[in-house]
């Protein structure tokens, strides 16, 4: 099984609004990652969190918070964000066995996130 | 750091023909080399990757090459299907110490015409 699942499937907040994005797996893996992506580009790295620790912000914009509650879930915490943050927000998992980055990355469907 | 560029960027093929996906890289470190198929409203789903001591790998009807001296690999499809309409992205992930991000390349979109 490599399914990495997120909720919700689309968010609709307004800019003073305050929401979270989850993310869930249950392949045993201990890197996950928060991807950001805007229509017609690739995926942009947020954050990576290496055996529940954040190993990597890619200066992201503080309105962003994540966490990560245990090796099976991640958070994407949204506070005051702007109509430019509209996107599909992806999380991704990985086994980081070693914590090598050349493992694998397993990719959620991803969450429409629309800021009002 | 690492740049890929991937061509083209939108390719449209009859049902049954092949396609080819061309990736280069800047960073000679660089050893893993993941391609995603994007469905529309989907997350990126891999399809095939190559390790840099590997230069050809094969999956059914996918297939990637990978020549590691002009630091370029490529995606070939063959007998294509209406299915295989999506956006492909190739990525390289550098081999230096700590963690390595991976890069991805700007996206090709195939359209196959039945």
């Known amino acids: 099984d490599t399914e990495v699942t997120q909720t919700p499937k689309h968010l609709v907040m307004g800019m003073t609004n305050k929401k979270s994005l989850k993310c869930e797996q249950h392949?045993?893996?201990?890197?996950m990652y928060w991807y950001k992506q805007k229509a017609k580009k690739p995926p942009e790295l947020m954050f990576v969190y290496s055996y529940e620790k954040l190993s990597i912000n890619e200066s992201v914009p503080s309105r962003f918070s994540p966490e990560c509650p245990n090796s099976s879930l991640l958070n994407l915490h949204l506070h005051a964000l702007q109509p430019e943050d509209s996107a599909l927000y992806l999380c991704?998992?990985?086994?980081?066995?070693?914590?090598?980055?050349?493992?694998?990355?397993?990719f959620g469907p991803g969450t429409r996130l629309t800021v009002l | 750091g690492e740049n890929v560029e991937q061509h083209p960027s939108t390719l449209s093929v009859q049902e049954g023909d092949s396609a080819v996906i061309k990736c280069t890289y800047s960073?000679?470190?660089?050893?893993?080399f993941p391609w995603y198929k994007q469905e529309l409203g989907k997350g990126p789903q891999l399809i095939i990757d190559?390790?840099?001591?590997?230069g050809e790998k094969k999956d059914q009807r996918i297939a990637v090459t990978l020549n590691k001296t002009a630091k370029h690999f490529s995606l070939h499809i063959t007998e294509t299907q209406p299915e295989d309409s999506a956006v492909y992205f190739c990525?390289?992930?550098?081999?230096?110490?700590?963690?390595?991000?991976?890069?991805f390349g700007t996206g090709t979109k195939l359209q196959v015409i039945p």
């Open positions: 960073d000679s470190a660089s050893n893993y």
């Open positions: 991704a998992s990985s086994q980081d066995r070693a914590r090598i980055s050349t493992d694998t990355q397993y």
């Open positions: 990525a390289a992930i550098g081999g230096g110490g700590g963690y390595q991000k991976v890069t």
């Open positions: 392949m045993g893996h201990r890197a």
């Open positions: 190559i390790r840099s001591n590997v």
